[in-house]
């Protein structure tokens, strides 16, 4: 099963499975967890899967945090929730990531997004805040997404039953970077403008400025930006 799909600045695709894996247009190279060794792969079970602009590759896994990966030298480093270290990840399952044009990595799990300072090894959280309106909508991130305009948009809501997300949970968010706060664009059964579903898992701007939004139960629309 793949999960996840890049390419990275010389061109390699990456991409996630059972384990990493690098085409180079005519061979496969594997990385694979072992378990007598520390700065191999964190997990075989790759939820997500990302190209840095500096050339590192990073990896969301199912349940073991996210790895950074220098394919120079072949070497891991992994990142993991520590319930003591409340500046660690904020969650092991991470299903989404992006570097933005400022070159801030931003991670998104299935408990929330993180903001990632590489420099201290530190994680800024942004989580649902129960009657906060301007907190993230529902901490299971799908995707993460900056428009031309540099802003951050970020799709949230499973729509698998195993994830423990409700029906009605999800949403598309828009993040304002200097207040840390949210817009939310939700489902509104009174309003056929509004999303078919909460269920976001693709977003994207194309060569024209559309900007298109994907959800579960048959949703794709075009979104008008300056109203909503």
Same mark, same amino acid.
């Given at each position: 099963? =793949?999960?996840? @799909?890049?390419?990275?600045?010389?061109?390699?695709?990456?991409?996630?499975?059972? &384990?990493?894996?690098?085409?180079?247009?005519?061979?496969?190279?594997?990385?694979?967890?072992? $378990?007598?060794?520390?700065?191999?792969?964190? !997990?075989?079970?790759?939820?997500?899967?990302?190209?840095?602009?500096?050339?590192?590759?990073?990896?969301?896994?199912?349940?073991?945090? @996210?790895? /950074?990966?220098? $394919?120079? %030298?072949? *070497?891991?480093?992994?990142?993991?929730?520590?319930? *003591?270290?409340?500046?660690? #990840?904020?969650?092991?399952?991470? %299903?989404? *990531?992006?570097?933005?044009?400022?070159?801030? #990595?931003?991670?998104?799990?299935?408990?929330? =997004?993180?903001?990632?300072?590489?420099?201290?090894?530190?994680?800024?959280?942004?989580?649902?805040?129960?009657?906060? !309106?301007?907190?993230?909508?529902?901490? +299971?991130?799908?995707? *993460?997404?900056?428009?031309?305009?540099? %802003? =951050?948009?970020?799709?949230? &809501?499973?729509?698998?039953?195993?994830?423990?997300?409700? $029906?009605?949970?999800?949403?598309?968010? /828009? @993040?304002?970077?200097?207040?840390?706060?949210?817009?939310?664009?939700?489902?509104?059964?009174?309003?056929? +403008?509004? =999303?078919?579903?909460?269920?976001?898992?693709?977003?994207?701007?194309?060569?024209?400025?559309?900007?298109?939004?994907? %959800?579960?139960?048959?949703? @794709?629309?075009?979104?008008? /930006?300056?109203?909503?």
């Amino acid at each position: 099963l =793949l999960r996840g @799909l890049t390419q990275d600045k010389q061109g390699y695709i990456w991409f996630g499975g059972t &384990g990493v894996f690098r085409y180079d247009g005519y061979q496969v190279k594997t990385y694979k967890n072992d $378990p007598s060794n520390s700065n191999s792969l964190g !997990s075989n079970t790759i939820e997500s899967i990302y190209a840095g602009k500096n050339g590192i590759i990073w990896i969301g896994t199912k349940g073991y945090g @996210l790895d /950074r990966l220098d $394919p120079s %030298t072949g *070497i891991f480093t992994h990142y993991r929730k520590d319930v *003591i270290q409340k500046s660690s #990840l904020i969650h092991n399952k991470v %299903t989404a *990531i992006f570097e933005d044009h400022d070159g801030v #990595l931003w991670v998104g799990t299935h408990g929330g =997004l993180d903001r990632f300072d590489e420099r201290t090894g530190n994680f800024i959280h942004y989580t649902n805040i129960p009657g906060d !309106s301007s907190s993230l909508s529902c901490n +299971q991130v799908r995707t *993460i997404y900056e428009d031309r305009q540099g %802003t =951050l948009w970020v799709g949230t &809501g499973s729509p698998f039953n195993n994830d423990d997300s409700g $029906p009605d949970e999800g949403g598309l968010n /828009r @993040l304002d970077k200097r207040t840390g706060k949210f817009s939310r664009f939700m489902h509104d059964p009174k309003d056929p +403008q509004s =999303l078919i579903n909460n269920k976001v898992g693709a977003i994207f701007e194309d060569s024209r400025g559309v900007f298109w939004v994907g %959800t579960a139960d048959d949703g @794709l629309h075009t979104m008008d /930006r300056n109203n909503g």
